[in-house]
């Protein structure tokens, strides 16, 4: 596609279910990030792919997160069991390794 | 300490005035990228340098390498320049890096 694409793009769940948020990256793009930015907040590392490979994953909060990349393109975070302070606009980004960056809109999660 | 500082961290400034926001940086990086974020959410990148400097209309982002500093430039600022400035570095790694972002306000 033309450009990052994120689905869905507002989640409203209930405090202890699961959710999978999914990212389309622009093809041919190797690196895949996952952030989030809660609100008022800046930007949050969580997770970034090379290829389907994870090298790092420092950023994910706890073990209730995990990622995944298949095929050098889509990839799924999912995160299990989800608690309130998760509430935050998960974003997406790929690029082209050592190229510019750019961004999906982003899903926002509220959980309730 | 963070490894990526900016500052302002508000701005407010008036319709016309040239506008600087600044960032340093920590670690050895491979580029640097200055990124908008409208209200709403979306964010597009402005620029990405390694070097120099780079020029696109009444924006302009420098970079020192040596001094780990880069800067944002706006000229002639408008209204419609009322956004989140943020600064990321790539690190060697391929990581990238965020600044806690400049929320830039120009009044009419």
Sequence with gaps: GAGVSQSP??????KGKDVELRCDPISGHTALYWYRQRLGQGLEF?????GNSAPDKSGLPSDRFSAERTGESVSTLTIQRTQQEDSAV???ASSQ???EAFFG????LTVV | ????EQSPQNLTAQ???FITINCSYSVGISALHWLQQHPGGGIVSLFMLSSGKKKHGRLIATINIQEKHSSLHITASHPRDSAVYICAVRSRGNKLVFGA?????VKS
């Design chain 1, 9 to 14: 793009s507002n989640k409203v769940t209930e």
């Design chain 1, 105 to 108: 809109q982003g899903t926002r």
């Design chain 1, 90 to 92: 998960y974003l997406c």
């Design chain 2, 101 to 105: 972002g400049t929320i830039l306000r």
């Design chain 2, 15 to 17: 319709e016309g005035e």
């Design chain 2, 1 to 4: 300490k963070n490894e990526v």
């Design chain 1, 46 to 50: 969580l997770i970034y792919f090379q």
């Design chain 1, 97 to 99: 390794t050592f190229a």
